[in-house]
């Protein structure tokens, strides 16, 4: 199994017919110029290639009402004149004689939600156009002429049976049109994050903001958070997904992930004005992976103009799909404060449907740094000189970022497995390389002197395993690796591990040491390693780079600590991350298999996890699957943090929030 892509050419042949400098933008080499990128890279060929099939009128009428359906056929027999008159009718349309064709194929994620639950491909996205997410009932808006997502959500339900939906739009614009059709029902959970301004951004709608919650038996089901200021990047993107979606997105336990991928919220696209970088969407996307045992299924959206910043985001966010590492993720990872004050308004407004939420004690809403007038601010056109001079300074801007990005080789993607201690490994499994080599004698014994614990033939044995996928990992041979120590020589193992990985290159380490482990007492607390320690004795943040927690009793505690005290190390920017599961560590396989895929994201894959001799061959098992991108197994029903463990979070992140700024989960209050 792998990804699909979902494509026709026959979606290019709709194109604007007369001078529209707003409709300009939606263009047929939104298509090609992308798809023409994946073949450049060679994405395009690792898939499943997919040609889209023409909706049904029936399915159509999944969402849209049959006297709009009509009216979409009637198109076909227009001329240009009663086109034109008939786009006037709506926000932001042009209408085409070939548009009926185009966006029955465009409900291509039909197909897709077909391949993926069938089990053909693990994920996969649809290239298409005309964009949905605005389309509604019976109204084309925004460009959108059928509800592509909405449909293959209702899809998913009447055909596959399915029960619980989520669907992730990171367009910037809000997409009301999906908003509406599922505002009350709580099979579908909704999160859309869009650009606002309170208000002062298309389409203008108060149901945009976030205490707009869903209705009757939806409530809670709806989640906006809405960007009051242009300029969010890679942190506030993270940011959203660690403290708001993923949180309520676990407690929901989704069967299928669709997202809503617009790229307009992406650096380089004049219309967003944003400053996430493309290889942001790939950790989102490989976030998104732990969910629904990794059925992911996106449909484009935006992203305008055409010429870089749509085909190189697709590009990046197809990376991750065909289990291909991204790039380290660029800072600065500090979230601006309008980002923060919307975090916390919409955590505020979702509290009281979501356990998830509440762990941290009561949510306050903010003071708003702006408050919304009642003017709109001129519209940046498409065909304007500033418009124009956006564009180019922002395509400018993406061109230089990527230069310095496709410098950086990326290692392939194979877990480099060394289980040397009898019984550990249950057999070969794919993409999993068993590794039988060893850091030269000489060189291992040299290490070993450091500590007794290392003097025993076993020991030295793991020990000369371990170095050699430390520098197979440091050398881009290998992506990942995963070894077995004795119990009693982990602590030195661990130790010299972290030794040779700085003195090797690595300039940050992350360290997540479960269980009975010590942080060696003389590592040099430089800011270059971080020392997080799950099971320790209290929860104490002893420095700025050595902290340690108890291990939460519940799933709701579990997930509450891995989201809200470990992933923010994203702060930290590791470029190798250490997962340690030492004596005693007390996790369940499935809670490792998460914190092991999770903990990929942050270095970009870069993960080396150390298990013991008592472990077994179905912990070494989900561990290797985890760290070859699989999607880890369910943690089972979710179940609220105890009241020790949620107060032994908030005292950790309120000592470590003003170093952490990932941490935060609202704004500061500013001093006037």
């Known amino acids: 199994m792998g990804t699909a892509l979902v494509y026709h050419e026959d979606m290019t042949e709709a194109r604007l017919l007369w001078e529209d400098p707003e409709c300009e933008i939606e263009s047929p080499e939104r298509l090609t110029t992308t798809l023409e990128r994946l073949q450049q890279r060679g994405l395009e060929q690792r898939c499943l290639r997919l040609a889209a099939r023409e909706a049904s009128e029936a399915e159509l009428g999944l969402v849209h009402s049959p006297e709009y359906v009509a009216l979409l056929r009637g198109t076909q027999a227009l001329g240009t ?8 009718q709506y926000d932001a349309i042009y209408f085409h004689p070939s548009t009926f064709h185009c966006a029955r194929l465009a409900a291509g994620g039909l197909q897709l939600v077909d391949a993926v639950l069938t089990g053909a491909v693990h994920n996969g996205l649809a290239l298409v156009r005309p964009p949905g997410h605005h389309s509604q009932r019976a109204a084309a808006n925004g460009f ?45 959970l909704y999160f859309s994050w869009h650009r606002y301004e309170h208000g002062r951004f298309w389409p203008y709608l108060r149901e945009s903001s976030a205490d707009t919650v869903g209705q009757g038996t939806g409530e809670g089901f709806t989640v906006n958070l809405p960007w009051n200021q242009v300029g969010m990047g890679n942190a506030d993107y993270v940011a959203a997904f660690l403290h708001v979606l993923l949180p309520v997105a676990f407690e929901f336990d989704p069967e299928l992930v669709l997202v809503a991928a617009g790229f307009d919220s992406a650096i380089g696209d004049p219309e967003g004005q944003m400053q996430a970088t493309p ?30 910043a749509l085909p190189v985001s697709v590009h990046d966010w197809c990376r991750p799909c065909w289990v291909t590492l991204p790039h380290p993720c660029r800072g600065p990872w500090c979230p601006h404060h309008s980002a923060l004050e919307s975090i916390q308004s919409v955590r505020a407004a979702q509290a009281p449907h979501w356990t998830s939420l509440q762990q941290e004690g009561p949510v306050p809403v ?10 709109k601010p001129a519209t940046l056109l498409p065909g304007g000189y500033e418009f124009k001079t956006a564009a180019t300074q922002a395509a400018a801007a993406l061109s230089s970022l990527l230069d310095q990005l496709y410098l950086q080789p990326t290692p392939p993607v194979r877990t480099a497995v060394a289980l ?53 990992i440091l050398d881009g ?73 108890p291990l939460p009793v519940t799933t709701g505690g579990f997930l509450n600590c891995v989201l809200a005290l470990v992933l923010p190390a994203y702060g930290f920017q590791p470029d190798l991350v250490l997962l340690v599961l030492g004596p005693a560590h007390g996790l369940q396989d499935p809670q490792a298999a998460l914190l092991a895929a999770l903990l990929r994201v942050p270095a970009g894959g870069r993960v080396l996890a150390l298990v013991g001799a008592e472990s077994t061959a179905q912990l070494a098992g989900v561990l290797a699957r985890a760290l070859c991108g699989e999607a880890p197994p369910s943690l089972g029903p979710f ?27 609202a704004a500061p209050v500013r001093v006037l």
């Open 144 to 188: 959108c002429v059928f509800n592509n997502v909405a449909l293959a959500a209702k899809y998913a339900q009447e055909k596959h049976g399915l029960h619980r939906i989520l669907i992730v739009d990171w367009d910037v614009h809000h997409g009301q049109g999906i908003q509406y059709t599922f505002e009350d029902d709580p099979s579908i």
């Open 477 to 549: 041979k290998v992506s990942s690796g995963l070894a077995a120590t004795p119990a009693l020589a982990a602590a030195a193992t661990l130790d010299v591990a972290i030794r040779r990985g700085l003195a090797q290159g690595a300039q940050r380490l992350l360290c997540v040491a479960v269980g009975q482990l010590d942080r060696p007492s003389d590592l040099a607390d430089d800011g270059r390693n971080l020392w997080l320690n799950i099971r320790g004795k209290e929860a104490a943040a002893l420095s700025t780079f050595h902290v340690s927690v």
């Open 366 to 375: 903010p003071s708003p740094s702006n408050h919304s007038p009642e003017w």
């Open 279 to 308: 290889e942001c969407f790939a950790h989102l996307t490989q976030l998104l992976q732990v969910l629904a045992g990794g059925r992911v299924c996106a449909v484009l959206e935006g992203g305008y103009p055409p010429g870089v």
């Open 81 to 88: 004149r009663e086109l034109q008159a008939l786009s006037r």
């Open 420 to 472: 040397t201690l009898a019984g550990c490994w249950p057999g070969p499994a794919p993409d999993v390389l068993c590794e039988e080599g060893s850091a030269p004698q000489e060189e291992t014994q040299t290490w070993a002197r450091l500590h007794e614990a290392l003097a025993k033939e076993e020991a030295l044995t793991a020990l000369g395993k371990v170095l050699y996928l430390l520098d197979g």
């Open 639 to 665: 179940s609220a943090a105890s009241p020790e463990d949620t107060q032994a979070l908030m005292d950790l992140r309120g000592q470590l929030e003003p170093q952490w700024k990932m941490l935060q989960v």
